[in-house]
Each structure stands twice: as structure tokens, then as C-alpha cells.
């Protein structure tokens, strides 16, 4: 973020410098702004101070607005603002419903603004969004409020029993609910206690979020005070059976699924998934130039939901990733690059570049229609960490928790550093569940598909 003169040719050569977004303000007309996204993407926006609080409006998208439109609009908003009014006041009356808000109101208020970076006309419709958060959460909200709390979006096929959505029938107005519904919501999810648990966090979240927008949402704001936030106090559900592991006959069903994939690359990394405890869409997600050598020599850095990190890849995991090197695309010098577990179009991870660990999930289904059904496609993650406490010598939960790239203490994090070290480790406990899994098979297998060697 920085003040400099916008010209025309000063908002062509414009860049987001590496980040999610940059804002350039110019320094002749105050309040005028360009915003750059990481894609590329500009708009002009106007940022003014009203009732104490600082606030933006997006003007409009460069090229469709010119630099000297924009400057024109955000004399129109600054003389606005000098008469107390809000620019933004027609985009934020929301609700059609006599100016009432709803719960429906508050979730798209709270993704265009929280989740989303919304561009708007005049006319307070929406011309286009973009992510700004990460993509797990992005997905991880509108999953929870679309079905969890809303009831709009269709659930799951689920043997556990459903919850309802907190309000049923026609929509009401926010400030009618009361902690007892939310309570009674709640508790209606109980059979599946961490979703449960995550969509009171989302809701929280974005009530109070609520508490700070300004327009029609002060009556929020008011009620809040009068009466308290309905999704404040409310006890979690315990959560300490969420964390599954299959049993031996299980695994074989999974082995089973895999060995039969006719989708080598999809079968390599489920197999990758199932022997190094990472998660789902990490698995998917692994790439050549990640690989590390030197001290990281067998181990590969992952961006997780939870930041850049390493694990530990074992011997056998290794060996699989080396048959896939022959179908990799490769730089000039010959060196392997892109996704390791190239999708059907090639320029694309398995599963595709959205929800990354739907490409586990097809082959996830049939292992559940084969007899899995009271387990999660997450669960073989808890499995691989729980064999690490069954192979001789026993690891540390600790340990076995770094090298698979979970998270970790703010200590542990700092001393503790996943290096080839560890990589034997990461092959007692893929060795460990090899077996069952009929490792061998499928590795010979994935061979003769892919065209390796011995």
C-alpha cells in the first residue's frame, strides 16, 4: 500500500507486488484508490472516514472505468460524505423483505465482505467476486453455512443423522433469534459433533462480524447490547470420537478400491495419501520442484490450510513418486515440474484446482459401498498417525505429527525441523500399513500401467 500519482500508464504498469491484494492511493485526489489482485485484476475504489469508522466502495473495474470516471465518482461520494451521507448505504440496506434483515442477509454480508473482495455498480449489485481468504476456508464457510446452518445446499449422503437448519419456514428477522434456538440447532447436530462445532464457530464469527457494519446493520448492533450475541455461551459438543481409524479389514477394502482404480495417477496418489498421513488435498497437490534434497532429502513441502510445511516421505512413497517421473513435464533442463499427480488435462493436479481432495473421493465412494460406512475419507489420515504408536520402537506422537505435516506447538515448531532424518521413520509406519493395504500389488501394478522398470 502506498500514495502515489495515478496516471493512466501508472494504473497499467500496476502490480499486486506478490501479495493477496495492493492498494495504490493517489495523492491528488483524496480517497481515490486502485486496487490489484494477485490475478491481476484492478478496480478503483474510494475510501472515506464516516461516523469514526473508516470505510471502502469499490468504484468500479479498470478498463471498463477510466481513470477520469473514477476520479469524477469519488467527488460525487466525497461531496456524499460531507453531507453525512453513506455511499454505500444502497448496496447495504439488504434484505428485501421491508428492509428487515435476516439470517440469509447476514451469511451474504459476510461473504462479500469477509470471504469475498465484491465488486459492485451503483446500483449495489454484485458485477464480481474474488476470493481473498484461503480456499480451504472459503469452501469450509460456505459448506457449513449453505448446509449446516441455512439448509439450502443438499447434504452429504451420511449414515450419521442430520441436524436441521436453524431457522425452518419463511425468513426471519435476525434479531428474533434467540439463544435457545440456537441451543436447540446445536445440539440437533450432535451425531456429528466437529461439523456441529465448526458451523457455532462460523456463525459466531459473523454475528459479531455484524456488530461492526454500519447502514441498516446498527439495529443488530443495538439488539446485541440490549439482549447479548444468541451465539455467544454454548458448550461444544465432545469431539474426541472424530478422529476414527479403520481397521486391518478396512484397509484391505481401501487396498482393494485402489488396485482395481483404472486411474494410475489417481490410484498413485490415494496409495501416497493412505502411506504418509498427510491430508487428502496435500496428496493431490504435491509437485516436482517441492521435493527437497540436502538435509530435506526424501521429504516435501506442502501448502496446507495451516501455512508452508514438510513431511516425511517413506522409501516405499518415494519409490512410487519415481515412476511417475517419466510422464512429468520438464524444463529445458530436463528437470521434472508441475503437479506430481497430474490430472486427465494434464495442467491440473488430480481432482482439479478446486476442492482438491474430490479426487480421492470417487474412489473413497466405492470403498464405502464395499462395506466402510461408519468412516471418513479423513480418517485414513488418524489411521497412519496411530500406527505410528503400534511399529517397534514406537514414535512419538509429536514426532509422528511433524513429519506427516501436521501442526504443532509454537515451541515444538521452533526446534523441531522435518529433515531426512526422519524419512525412516516415515517408512516404519508406511511399511506398517503396507500390508494390509496390499502395497505390493498396487505398486506393481501402477508399474506395468505407467511403464517402469524394476
Known amino acids: 500500500m502506498g500514495v502515489v500519482k495515478l496516471t493512466e500508464k501508472a494504473v497499467e504498469a500496476a502490480n499486486s507486488k506478490g501479495r493477496q491484494q495492493t492498494f495504490y492511493w493517489d495523492s491528488q485526489t483524496s480517497g481515490l484508490g486502485l486496487r490489484v489482485t494477485s490475478t491481476s485484476r484492478k478496480a478503483f475504489v474510494y475510501r472515506y472516514s464516516l461516523d469514526g469508522r473508516d470505510r471502502r466502495i469499490t468504484l468500479g473495474r479498470w478498463p471498463e472505468m477510466t481513470l477520469e470516471q473514477a476520479i469524477a465518482a469519488a467527488g460525487g461520494h466525497r461531496v456524499k460524505v460531507q453531507r453525512g451521507e453513506d455511499p454505500r448505504t444502497k448496496k447495504e440496506t439488504g434484505s428485501g423483505d421491508g428492509g428487515v434483515l435476516t439470517l440469509g442477509d447476514l451469511w451474504e454480508r459476510y461473504r462479500d465482505t469477509y470471504l469475498y473482495d465484491t465488486d459492485t455498480n451503483d446500483r449495489g449489485e454484485v458485477v464480481s467476486r474474488e476470493a481473498v481468504r484461503p480456499e480451504n476456508t472459503v469452501l469450509a464457510n460456505e459448506r457449513l453455512f449453505e448446509r449446516v446452518i441455512l439448509g439450502t445446499r443438499k447434504a452429504e449422503r451420511t449414515t450419521k443423522k442430520q441436524g436441521r437448519p436453524l431457522l425452518d419456514g419463511p425468513p426471519t428477522p435476525l434479531t428474533n433469534i434467540e439463544w435457545e434456538d440456537v441451543r436447540d440447532w446445536h445440539r440437533s447436530w450432535r451425531a456429528t459433533p466437529f461439523l456441529a462445532n465448526r458451523a457455532l464457530d462460523s456463525l459466531r464469527a459473523a454475528m459479531r462480524r455484524a456488530e461492526r457494519w454500519s447502514g441498516p446493520w446498527k439495529s443488530w448492533r443495538d439488539h446485541v447490547r440490549r439482549n447479548g450475541n444468541p451465539s455467544e455461551r454454548h458448550d461444544a459438543h465432545d469431539e474426541a470420537d472424530a478422529g476414527a481409524t479403520l481397521t486391518l479389514a478396512e484397509l484391505g477394502i481401501v487396498g482393494n478400491v485402489i488396485l482395481t482404480d483404472p486411474m494410475p495417477m489417481r490410484a498413485a496418489a490415494f496409495l501416497v495419501y493412505c502411506l504418509t498421513g498427510v491430508r487428502p488435498g496435500e496428496a493431490c497437490r504435491m509437485r516436482w520442484e517441492d521435493l527437497g534434497d540436502g538435509e530435506r532429502q526424501g521429504c516435501i513441502a506442502m501448502d496446507g490450510k495451516t501455512g508452508r510445511r514438510w513431511a516425511a516421505l517413506g522409501d516405499r512413497v518415494q519409490r512410487i513418486i519415481e515412476l511417475l517421473r517419466p510422464h512429468a513435464n520438464v524444463t529445458q533442463a530436463g ?53 505410528g504408536s503400534a511399529v517397534d520402537p514406537p514414535i512419538s506422537d509429536e514426532v509422528r505429527r511433524l513429519i506427516s505435516g501436521h501442526r504443532v506447538s509454537g515451541t515444538q515448531a521452533k526446534y523441531l525441523h522435518v529433515n531426512r532424518d526422519h524419512v525412516p521413520m516415515a517408512s516404519r509406519i508406511a511399511e506398517h500399513l503396507a500390508g494390509p493395504l496390499g502395497a505390493d500389488g498396487i505398486e506393481e501394478r501402477l508399474r506395468l500401467q505407467l511403464g517402469g522398470s524394476r
Open 335 to 387: 528437470d521434472p515440474v508441475g503437479w506430481i499427480f497430474r490430472g486427465r488435462l494434464g495442467d491440473a493436479p488430480v481432482g482439479g484446482l478446486g476442492k482438491t481432495h474430490h479426487g480421492l473421493l470417487a474412489p473413497w465412494k466405492k470403498a464405502r459401498a464395499a462395506g466402510i460406512t461408519e468412516k471418513r475419507l479423513y480418517d485414513i489420515r488418524h489411521t497412519w498417525i496411530s500406527a
